[in-house]
């Protein structure tokens, strides 16, 4: 079935450093989606990419989507604590679920 | 806008038991979606209900059941648990089938089986 993988698994930074996480998924997608779970908390949506070599930004974070529709990345620009959490992406298998990725588990120490 | 609500927070069965856990979508949206997270692990999809009926369902054994009422809340209901159903039961809701990609998530109910 499909797989959808994400590195790092882990990173740790320094508050102000930049945190890229990269999503790769064994098939094209159609889109993919990216969500945040805090400590503790239920995943969050943040953002859907559909075409092609897609860039959205929010504020620090800078979503792409490659030109294969096959990879994604998240990239957030000076790291603040309230950035900790982990991170997902997702893309449809078919029309009617989300495989979710691995995740990336972000800290940032002050 | 109310968000997702689950029911309960936490959950404590033992082997064996049967655990029920619940649902209750954002106001107006269609479909529900529910998803087992183990601890430090990934999301993974265990059943997807719109217009209170079955559309899909994960790799999970079939003791692993629900339905969606005609309000849309839903159920989950979990027979003779093992060790390993302990995680987190995540559930989401979209607006509707077209809407599959943007999920909105409940708090969760921790089931603990002991």
């Known amino acids: 079935g499909q797989q959808v993988m994400q590195i790092p698994q882990y990173q740790h930074v320094q508050e102000g450093e930049d945190f890229t996480t990269y999503c790769n998924s064994s098939?094209?997608?159609?889109?993919i989606q990216w969500y945040k779970q805090r400590p503790g908390g239920h995943p969050v949506f943040l953002i859907q990419?559909?075409?092609?070599?897609e860039v959205k930004k929010q504020k620090r974070l800078t979503f792409q989507f490659g030109e294969a529709k096959k990879n994604s990345s998240l990239h957030i620009t000076a790291t603040q604590t309230t950035d900790v959490g982990t991170y997902f992406c997702?893309?449809?298998?078919?029309?009617?679920?989300?495989?979710f990725g691995t995740g990336t588990r972000l800290q940032v120490f002050p | 806008e109310a968000g997702v609500t689950q029911s309960p927070t936490h959950l404590i069965k033992t082997r064996g038991q049967q655990a029920t856990l619940r649902c209750s979508p954002i106001?107006?949206?269609?479909?529900v979606y529910w998803y087992q997270q183990a601890l430090g692990l990934g999301l993974q999809f265990l059943l997807w209900?719109?217009?209170?009926?079955?559309?899909n369902r994960g790799n999970f054994p079939p003791r692993f059941s629900g339905r969606q009422f005609p309000n849309y809340s839903s159920e989950l209901n979990v027979n003779a648990l093992e060790l390993e159903d302990s995680a987190l039961y995540l559930c989401?809701?979209?607006?509707?089938?077209?809407?599959?990609?943007?999920?909105?998530f409940g708090p969760g109910t921790r089931l603990t089986v002991t």
């Open positions: 098939t094209t997608l159609s889109n």
């Open positions: 990419l559909v075409k092609s070599g």
């Open positions: 997702a893309g449809p298998e078919n029309t009617d679920k989300l495989i």
């Open positions: 209900y719109d217009e209170g009926e079955e559309r």
């Open positions: 106001s107006g949206h269609t479909s």
């Open positions: 989401a809701s979209s607006r509707d089938r077209a809407t599959v990609y943007e999920q909105y």
